[in-house]
């Protein structure tokens, strides 16, 4: 796993490398469209799947390795976790999918929470979230590529803007863990 800081201010980071390829390989061969799922609080709109997947799933595998990764990511990052584990839900986005800029946790008063999206397909198509430096998207602060087995790590706050203004194209589908790791302070 290779975690590394987009800019000075050190609370968003690309991450590379995070889940080994037998993992990787398992998920490839996954029919994600059979995969049980649900809507996402309000997302009920957006052409996404919140997926559930079975406990016999290969997705199901990616917690418990995300687990095992803490202590790196708390080390790497320089923050000290209040709970040792974390939780991921797996989206499924398809075909028209777009997601405008937002900050996460305005609704929850922007608790410091830290958060890492992992793209788990390939794409022809850019469709990797982009950080910027206003509401408004007049400067991009960091494109995250949208490459397998990458993406990034965010320490939240207010400020954080981001979203995939790119629409998945027809044909495609953009399968993505999104893990909570909880509250954290500063080292």
Known sequence: MIITAVDSKRDLFYVENVIPDHILDL????????CPWETQDM???????????????????????????????????GIEFEHKTCWSS???????????????????GYTPLMAMQIYL??????????????????????????????????LNHQGQWHGMLTKVPAGELRLSSYTYFGEFKHK
């Open 43 to 77: 997302q009920a709109s957006w052409s996404r799947r919140k997926l559930l997947p079975p406990a016999d799933s290969p997705l199901s595998q990616v917690d418990t390795f995300y687990n095992q990764l803490l202590d790196k990511i708390a080390d790497t990052v």
């Open 121 to 154: 397909t390939e794409s022809e198509s850019n469709l990797g979230t982009v950080w910027y430096n206003d509401a408004e998207g007049k400067t991009v602060r960091f494109a995250f590529p949208y490459k397998k087995n990458s993406g990034y790590l965010m």
């Open 90 to 108: 797996f989206w499924l986005d398809y075909e028209n999918y777009t997601c405008g800029i937002h900050e996460d946790g305005a609704e929850r």
């Open 27 to 34: 998920i490839k061969d996954c029919d994600l469209l059979q």
